[in-house]
């Protein structure tokens, strides 16, 4: 009788515990046993109290009152209506520990989550990402790091300064930042100074990109005669005793004296022959000083075209001029030994002879001889007065197309029914004399060569030859030439 009651009274337990273990769950009202009231048990020795409907909601000590106050209630029963389940009431503990376990009644604080907004006061360094827990950093413009994280982004070391320079997140050294992003002179190598107005104002070559200080223009520093770069304070150009200086990359391939010109002057002559524009007349050539030229020039009746810087003339008149007879010496940055031999020429055509000035590359020494070879060949077929803009124009055409023909591959080239003669082919060979072709230093001098003709602002060189350029285009150098001989203009 003893055993009996005590098992009882341990169902009993059991059933409280399991159900204060499993409580309500999310979103179910409080599932509670039904009350015991008067009048269905005879026997009942304690009736719970009736909950008003109006009364606030039990704390959790009140719901372990009523759970004890049941449990007490059903050890008082008949142990014939008592509901024993045997060995169930150990099943329904273990399942009601096991859900007391597993209920989640918080959700941990994720401080990466996507979709949990950020706590007031987080923070993230701006360097290596990571949240910057309690404890000191350093602030700028909304932007956060930790004391050791605070560094340099070009040097790498810390930053102790009390101004430094903020490019995005990155913090730099002033001094640092400067050496990466002021802009220095090509020339002086210094940093360019700013104007009256606090801003940085230099200069820039339009082909080459060099930069330099706006003071370079009037301080007499040396530009080459040939590619026009300003001679940089660690460098030396070589000075030609007339006032012009050549940089290395130029002088590397100068054509010095007439002799070394030939071969170059009659590879022209071929060109031209290529394209059904053969000169008959042997017109002779030579390589000249700068006063030599100057003085042929002023001797010159006819032609008046002349660019402000002349580097080749094709003479009509008989005249006496001075021609270098042998390559100069180099000594330091100084031509030494120069050897000149005065020639006359005597006039046998409309065309006396061709000069070119001597210390240019041979892309420009070429370029030059192929301008004043169409001023021989209009004479000699007799185009007459034509007025500068013409003349000068389809002559800088034919240096235009020469130097194509020496860079540019073949499947690159203009062809514009370019041939004088339907005949002939309408694409050239180089007419390199280099065997293996050009350096690429030599082919962007001829892309600066190109350029320069081009964007020449003259009335003569430039508006010329950019219209008789778009009339070979249009038409092919055939008709373009037939239409200036009948009309003495290019045709529209």
């Known amino acids: 009788m003893l055993m009996s009651l005590h098992t009882e009274r341990r169902s009993s337990f059991m059933k409280w515990l399991c159900s204060f273990l499993k409580g309500s769950k999310p979103g179910e009202p409080n599932r509670r046993r039904p009350r015991i009231t008067a009048g269905e048990e005879e026997d009942t020795l304690w009736q719970p109290p009736v909950r008003p409907k109006n009364d606030p909601p039990r704390n959790d000590n009140e719901e372990l009152d009523r759970a004890i106050a049941e449990s007490l209630a059903e050890d008082v029963k008949p142990p014939k209506e008592r509901n ?32 949990q907004a950020q706590p007031r006061g987080h923070r993230v360094c701006g360097r290596c990402k990571h949240e910057i827990g309690h404890g000191h950093y350093l602030s700028c413009m909304g932007i956060y790091w930790h004391p ?15 101004e430094f320079t903020l490019l995005g997140t990155d913090p730099y050294h002033k001094l640092c930042y400067k050496e990466l992003h002021h802009p220095k002179c090509d020339v002086c190598l210094q940093f360019i100074p700013t104007n009256r107005s606090g801003l940085i104002e230099y200069r820039a070559h339009p082909f080459w990109g060099q930069k330099y200080c706006p003071l370079h223009e009037q301080d007499r520093t040396p530009r080459c005669c040939s590619c026009e770069k300003m001679e940089p304070r660690n460098t030396k150009y070589m000075s030609l005793g007339d006032g012009r200086s050549l940089c290395m990359e130029c002088l590397g391939s100068a054509v010095m004296d007439t002799g070394e010109c ?129 003349e000068e124009g389809i002559c800088q055409v034919m240096s235009y197309l020469w130097l194509e023909s020496e860079i540019l591959p073949a499947s690159s080239r203009h062809a514009p029914s370019s041939s004088y003669a339907s005949s002939s082919s309408s694409s050239y060979p180089p007419t390199s004399s280099k065997k293996g072709g050009i350096s690429h230093t030599e082919k962007k001098l001829g ?20 219209t008789a350029y778009a009339a070979v285009n249009k038409y092919g150098l055939r008709q373009t030439l037939n239409h200036i001989r009948l009309t003495g203009g290019f045709p529209v």
Not at 89 to 111: C, F, G, H, K, V
Not at 297 to 312: D, F, L, Y
Not at 447 to 466: K, L, W
């Open 84 to 115: 024993h389940k045997g060995d169930s009431n150990d099943e329904d503990l273990a399942r009601a520990i096991q859900d007391s376990l597993n209920m989640n009644p918080y959700t941990p604080y994720n401080p990466y989550a996507p979709s």
């Open 148 to 162: 050791q994280c605070f560094r340099c982004c070009s040097c790498g070391h810390p930053i102790r300064e009390t």
């Open 262 to 390: 030939q071969p170059l002057y009659h590879s022209i002559r071929d060109y031209y022959e290529g394209m059904n524009m053969k000169l008959d007349q042997q017109i002779p050539m030579l390589l000249v000083e700068r006063q030599a030229l100057n003085e042929a020039m002023e001797g010159e009746s006819k032609g008046p075209h002349h660019m402000p810087e002349t580097r080749g003339l094709c003479l009509s008149e008989e005249q006496t001029v001075s021609s270098i007879l042998r390559r100069p010496r180099i000594g330091g940055n100084r031509l030494l030994d120069m050897r000149t031999q005065p020639q006359k020429l005597t006039r046998r055509c409309e065309v006396t002879a061709i000069l070119v000035l001597y210390g240019l590359p041979r892309l420009l020494t070429g370029s030059i001889l192929a301008h004043e070879l169409m001023h021989a060949w209009l004479r000699l077929k007799g185009y007459r007065n034509l007025n500068a803009e013409v």
């Open 447 to 466: 892309e600066f060569f190109m350029h320069q003709i081009a964007n020449d602002t003259s009335t003569a060189y430039g508006d010329g030859f950019r």
